[in-house]
């Protein structure tokens, strides 16, 4: 089988780890010999820094810095609709595949190449992550070209888990309601992702409930071992703490200048109890960093957070702005005891080596997914931080930790459960009949 992952964003990795768990599933699904490929926001950027994959370009973006499409889109007055290029360029693939002229339509000839990908797909899925929604519309409208080509090949997409909704009433949803019931499989990671899907959609049919496929990569062994180890003492080791945060500009009814202030003063508060009344090691470490190419830097959020921490403080605080791969990164998260988290997939990735999180949530999707986990008490609103109410947190749960421990594990291995879910669901709808008859027979 040929699979492609499309509209992928390799350069953030928190979309890195859903994509290695991605590929998990659907090899464990499909077996070991299946061919994926990534299209991707950045795909030459990407082949870069994680050299193992397949990459072909994200059509749609590349097709926007052609200069035959951006003459078109103005003597059509920007009303050219991408999916009739597509149309167009499909066609011409199929009728004559070595047409010397098409390479300069795909800007170098990438998307005639990524184009010849999608023909020859068995499968194609969109990314899980959280890109489908009114707040995000400009995502929605950069994909739905995607979507609608994915369909005019008589492939349209599968969604993987995804945190979905509100939508709003305008073409671009009337637009991703028609892909959306098309699609033979929408996984949602959460209840309110599946009522929002059900009432664009009008019905359930296609839609699958399971946890981020990212709790696939989860370590029980680890967290056994940790489990085991929050029960003792450990004397003559100073405890060491991770902190991501992320840059951040919409703070709700907050003044953008006052909120991120009040989220930079939190976090350092917390930062400067853990040193001075813990005696910790303080770490600030995130999934997006270490990639100059990506837009956003976790690594310049922290030296901002830094700046608030007393002189005598910072030298038990290290920004580490190296960038890893999410193996390297699972290794790294396995050297701390709790971690202060900003981004979800950095709690994830946390949670999935028995580390204890206390989330900072910046969108309903952290706090659902601690919901879940029974944690929700120690749950703050990015918007609503404020630097002595989120200390005081910080050392409840510092002092809680054994309760913490207990439960994030439980919780975890029950996503996990639920993420190993999903290959039963892809096996059972869109494996070759041989596949599906060894596993009834196993």
């Not at 989120?390 to 930790?401: G, K, P």
Request: glycine share 6%; net charge neutral.
């Amino acid at each position: 089988m040929k699979i492609i992952v499309e509209t992928t964003v390799f350069l953030n990795g928190g979309d890195a780890a859903i994509q290695v768990a991605t590929k998990r599933i659907l090899k464990a699904a499909f077996g070991d010999d299946i061919e994926i490929v990534f299209a991707d926001m950045d795909a030459q950027v990407a082949k870069r820094y994680y050299p193992g994959n397949t990459f072909v370009c994200f059509p749609s973006a590349q097709l926007h810095k052609s200069k035959y499409i951006r003459l078109l889109n103005r003597l059509t007055k920007g009303r050219l609709e991408l999916n009739s290029v597509y149309s167009i360029l499909i066609a011409m693939i199929f009728i004559e595949r070595h047409l010397s002229w098409l390479k300069y339509l795909g800007y170098g000839g990438q998307v005639a190449r990524a184009l010849r990908e999608y023909i020859a797909a068995d499968l194609i899925i969109s990314t899980g992550g959280t890109y489908l929604s009114k707040k995000h519309r400009g995502s929605v409208s950069h994909r739905l070209p995607e979507y609608e080509r994915d369909v005019y090949l008589g492939k349209p997409p599968i969604f993987f888990t995804q945190s979905m909704g509100p939508f709003g009433d305008d073409r671009i949803f009337h637009r991703l309601a028609e892909i959306l019931r098309k699609s033979p499989l929408i996984l949602v990671r959460d209840r309110k992702s599946m009522a929002f899907a059900k009432a664009l959609v009008g019905h359930a049919d296609n839609i699958e409930e399971v946890a981020d496929c990212v709790f696939i990569l989860t370590d029980q062994d680890e967290i056994e071992r940790r489990r085991a180890a929050s029960q003792v003492a450990k004397p003559g080791r100073r405890p060491r703490i991770a902190v991501s945060v992320r840059p951040w500009a919409d703070f709700g009814e907050r003044d953008s200048e006052v909120g991120r202030a009040k989220y930079h003063q939190s976090v350092a508060r917390a930062a400067a109890w853990f040193v001075e009344e813990v005696g910790a090691e303080v770490t600030f470490i995130s999934t997006c960093q270490g990639i100059p190419e990506y837009r956003f830097n976790d690594s310049d959020t922290a030296r901002d957070v830094v700046k608030y921490l007393p002189d005598h403080v910072q030298n038990s605080v290290v920004i580490d702005s190296q960038f890893r791969d999410t193996e390297t990164l699972l290794r790294k998260i396995d050297e701390f005891d709790g971690a202060i988290c900003t981004r979800m997939h950095m709690c994830i990735l946390s949670l999935c080596r028995g580390v204890p999180v206390l989330p900072i949530c910046y969108e309903r999707k952290t706090a659902d997914l601690f919901r879940s986990l029974d944690l929700e008490e120690y749950v703050t609103f990015i918007d609503k931080i404020e630097p002595d109410e989120f200390c005081n947190l910080a050392e409840s749960w510092w002092q809680n930790q054994q309760s913490i421990v207990e439960r994030s594990s439980r919780g975890t291995l029950t996503l996990r459960d639920s993420a190993l879910s999903t290959v039963a669901i892809l096996k059972n709808r869109f494996a070759p009949a041989e596949l599906r008859l060894e596993a009834v027979s196993s």
